[in-house]
């Protein structure tokens, strides 16, 4: 999970070495643990790995293989011999690793996209909002429908405006990591059928895997996002085949892995995208997991919020579950929906549209007190009445909230451009301190 240690951690982190020559920690033993080992101090170790995001099941107190796994992952990222053995090095190890978790900063990830019709482009907030960003994921990377591991560089992204946006991220300090998706096909194609085309074939896999690090070293990003949804289910297993072979092939260069997935509720078992994904080994394997809390109400519903606060609870529940909560990232809407009762599917509006229509027709805004949202109504010119949800300042101010209780890694924002600008400084407030 930590795996680039910064020079303050590697002071902080031989202090600790020495003091655990001579002291323990409360309610540690100072002998050495090791598989079929068990008791109190195992059970220990095992809650402390599993808030460090190393080990995924529950504390047992006994020392199997699940637990010497997780032992030897964070052994890799302390640049210790990886023996899977917990002594007073490792100790160290679990200790600074314990203080930097505590105190961390959050991941505040941002999703950039080119203009899309009259809402603009990512550019302008990434430039105005990189000291609060530590992440960004351009919308670029498309799976090539044959299946056969290519990738397709969207039609309007120019090699100028890739340069563009890596050299604005460094400037400041953001990470860039490359989103890859089977989305926005022509019609005819499926990306259902994209997805499982590369992911049923070992080859294939293995093409992505080669053509992925590629993008990485040609264009200097620091890592991939994928985002492959509404996936087969009977594709679950072949998706954690391949999100394991991608750790692997990342790992020895350190390059950060991240995953999108769908909001999950425990109670919608076979009624949604989540069913695709098994929540607990994607987490195992990746940086971090983004969960779309998002489209509670959107193109395939009817009027409502896009992420009420009760809803968004029971989603970061729901998937603390099965990911520790340092691996997951809160996925918060920027974006809203218009819904005119005369047609099927929703306008999808920004925070600047959803005002200036309220303005042109002018209506108050209201806030939705069960929802924690903004929301107006109002009849167009032709005679049609419309009901309005959005996302602003103090919408997102419950969100940020929620992932300060849960203590989760950070936050992402659909998408970069489209937010409330005084959203910004609630973030700020709410999540104060230096960038990782």
Same mark, same amino acid.
């Given at each position: 999970m930590f795996s680039r240690l910064k020079l303050p951690t590697l002071l902080i982190f031989f202090v600790a070495l020495i003091f655990s020559s001579g002291f $323990? $920690?409360?309610? *540690? !033993? #100072?002998r050495l643990l090791a598989q079929g080992d068990y008791g109190a101090d195992v059970r220990t170790l095992q809650e402390q790995l599993r808030q460090l995001g190393y080990f995924q099941a529950s504390p047992t107190g006994y020392f199997g293989p699940l637990t010497s796994l997780a032992v030897t992952g964070l052994q890799k990222d302390a640049r210790l011999q990886a023996d899977g053995i917990v002594g007073p090095q490792t100790r160290a190890a679990i200790d600074v690793f314990l203080q930097r978790t505590g105190s961390r900063p959050r991941i505040v990830h941002g999703y950039y996209t080119g203009a899309e019709g009259p809402l603009p482009s990512s550019a302008a907030v990434l430039a105005a909002q990189g000291s609060v960003l530590t992440q960004v994921a351009p919308f670029w990377y *498309?799976?090539?429908p044959r299946g056969n591991g290519d990738l397709i560089l969207q039609a309007d992204v120019t090699r100028e405006e890739m340069r563009r946006l890596v050299k604005t991220a460094r400037e400041q300090n953001v990470k860039v990591l /490359? @989103?890859?998706?089977? @989305?926005?096909? #022509?019609? %005819?194609?499926?990306g259902r059928e994209a997805a499982h085309r590369v992911l049923a074939d070992k080859e294939n896999r293995q093409a992505l895997i080669k053509n992925l690090l590629a993008v990485i070293q040609e264009n200097g990003? /620091? %890592?991939?996002?994928?985002?492959l949804e509404n996936i087969y289910p009977r594709d679950r297993q072949l998706f954690n085949q391949f999100i394991k072979e991608l750790a692997d092939a990342l790992a020895p260069r350190q390059y950060y892995l991240s995953v999108a997935l769908p909001a999950r509720l425990d109670e919608? !078992? %076979?009624l949604s995208w989540s069913d695709s994904f098994d929540y607990g080994t994607v987490g195992r394997y990746a940086h971090q997991v983004v969960i779309m809390a998002y489209d509670e109400h959107g193109v395939f519903s009817g009027a409502g919020p896009v992420a009420s606060l009760p809803w968004v609870e029971k989603v970061i529940c729901s998937v603390l579950r099965e990911i520790p909560p340092a691996k997951i990232v809160l996925g918060i809407p920027a974006y809203g929906f218009d819904w005119n009762e005369d047609r099927e599917e929703p306008r999808y509006i920004s925070y600047a549209i959803a005002m200036a229509t309220a303005r042109r027709y002018r209506q108050p805004i209201s806030w939705d007190e069960r929802a924690q949202v903004p929301y107006f109504t109002y009849v167009d010119e032709n005679g049609s009445r419309h009901e309005v949800y959005f996302e602003n300042a103090s919408s997102w101010a419950g969100k940020l909230d929620l992932a300060v209780k849960y203590n989760l890694g950070g936050v992402a924002v659909w998408r970069l451009g489209l937010e409330d600008p005084k959203g910004w400084e609630v973030l700020k407030s709410k999540f104060p301190g230096r960038k990782l």
């Open positions: $323990s $920690s409360p309610g *540690q !033993t #100072n *498309q799976l090539d /490359a @989103l890859v998706h089977n @989305l926005l096909y #022509n019609k %005819g194609i499926d990003f /620091a %890592g991939i996002e994928i985002d919608q !078992t %076979g």
